[in-house]
């Protein structure tokens, strides 16, 4: 399984921008793993805000963040990132970057396997 290690979490005021980062390690290939964003509120279920899912290329956001965040991956380096900007206070939660597998053809697959630690983005009104 990846190690995932997440950055760039803080406090902001609503309508500022945040970028997080995950670097991953301990795979063989970078090309091996699909690496996803998630959020966790206390006393909520767990929520997906992008993941590259599927096929290569295509990323899937959250209704609630679309047109705000963006995500991207760079196999080469192992690395994933969540630019947020127009943050609401809603987006208060902490962030998890995940990791599951991904095959020969480029296609994501199987359940979110590996997690980081989190980080705390917090978003004052």
């Known amino acids: 399984q990846a190690q995932l290690a997440e950055s760039g979490g803080g406090s902001v005021q609503a309508g500022g921008s945040l970028r997080l980062s995950c670097a991953a390690s301990?795979?063989?290939?970078?090309?091996?793993?699909?690496m996803g964003w998630f959020r966790q509120v206390p006393g909520k279920e767990r929520e997906k805000v992008a993941s590259q899912d599927t096929a290569l290329g295509y990323i899937s956001y959250a209704d609630s963040v679309k047109g705000r965040f963006t995500f991207s991956q760079d196999n080469a380096k192992g690395t994933a990132s969540l630019q947020m900007n127009s943050l609401k206070p809603e987006d208060t939660a902490m962030y998890y970057c995940?990791?599951?597998?991904?095959?020969?053809?480029?296609?994501?697959?199987?359940?979110?396997?590996?997690w980081g630690q989190g980080t705390q983005v917090t978003v004052s009104s």
């Open positions: 995940a990791a599951r597998p991904r095959n020969v053809y480029g296609v994501c697959y199987g359940n979110y396997e590996s």
């Open positions: 301990g795979v063989e290939r970078y090309t091996s793993i699909c």
